[in-house]
Every structure is written in C-alpha cells, then in structure tokens.
C-alpha cells in the first residue's frame, strides 16, 4: 500500500513556511494550514508564542518539532486518511491524489473521480471513496493518465488574470508532458518554482 510519508514529503516541498497576505481568503497560513479555515488547530498555539519574540516574515519556517508534528498530522488526518489514500496500492498515484486533494481545495475528489470515470463509471463525490480506490487499484496506469487529464480540463476552466497566465501556462505543460509517463508522478505545481501558491485553489 501507498506510504502517507512519501505523498506528504513531495507536496510539502513547496508549501512554504509562513505567510500572512492579504490576498489569501484564508488569512494567516503555515506550511499550507490556513488559520481562517482551521482556527482551533493547536499549531497556532506555538506559531503565536514565536510571534511575541519576533516578526514572522514570509517563507520563514519554525524550528519546532512539536509543530512538524502537528502539521504533520494535520495532513494525515485531513487529507490523507479522509481520502482513503492508505488503501491506494501504486505509491506514484496516491502521491498524484494526495497533491490533488490537498491544493485543490474546490472539489478535489470531483476531479478524481470524474477522471476515473473514463474507466469505470463511478459517482464523482468531493472526496475518494471505495469505488474510487477500487477502480485506481485494478487499473493503475490508466487511472494515473485519466486523472491527470481530467486535471488539465479543471485547470483549463478557472478564470485567472493575467499576471497568473505564464505560471498557469507552465503547469499545462507540465502537466502534458507528464501525462504518458507513470514512472514519475510528480506534482505538477513543482515546475511553478517555490515561491508561488495555488491560492485561488485552496480552501483549508
């Protein structure tokens, strides 16, 4: 089965440390956990304690492993086990949903489901359910390709402006490139460098 570690190692690689800009609906964020959307998580306990002592900047990241930790099981809990991505047999495609279901926070198991529908016709739910696994454990490749399609098509419908256009340009491409290619699941927003968050996108 498909190790939650591995997933959660890749898409945290370019979620950043600390940021707090106004143009994010979800307010205060670290390492992607927004503090609008979750505002009882314990991390925030010790991200404010760090705050009295001196000015968080953006990017900056918080010695602390009680806070890993805490992040950690945040995605765990959230986003991996809610999905039931434990129980996806190919790493390479769980790593693939997990990056959905955490960065697109408008639908992610829609847009998963809906790919596998080109394989087996599923309900498409805003989550993974049994069916979902089911059909991504008998055909993997397949499942694989068709998500990564159906994600180009959602990519494709949202409405951005023009300082967006070249980032959102250089993930179709990525994207497209990778689409034949199992072997190596990547998360597409990799390409985009690390200093940009899809935060039209997401919704935590």
Known sequence: MAVFSVAYGNTMSNEGGYRNVSYDKGGETYKGVARNYNPSWAGWAIIDQVKKTRKLKTGDYIKSS????????????????KNKLGEIKNQSLATLCFDIVVQHGKG??????????????????????????????????????????????????????????????????????????????VPWYWVMGSGFFLLFLKKR
Do not use: C, H
């Open 108 to 185: 992610p198991g829609s847009v998963i489901n809906t790919g596998l529908q080109s394989i087996e016709r599923i309900s498409a739910p805003n989550s993974v359910t049994a069916d979902s696994v089911r059909v991504m454990n008998k055909a993997p490749q397949a499942s694989y390709n068709a998500i990564i399609a159906q994600r180009l098509t959602y990519i494709n419908s949202l409405s951005l402006g023009p300082d967006q256009q070249p980032v959102l340009a250089r993930a179709k491409s990525f994207l497209t490139k990778y689409a034949g290619d199992f072997a190596s699941a």
């Open 66 to 81: 009680t806070l890993d930790n805490l992040v950690a099981s945040f995605y765990l809990g959230n986003y991996w086990n």
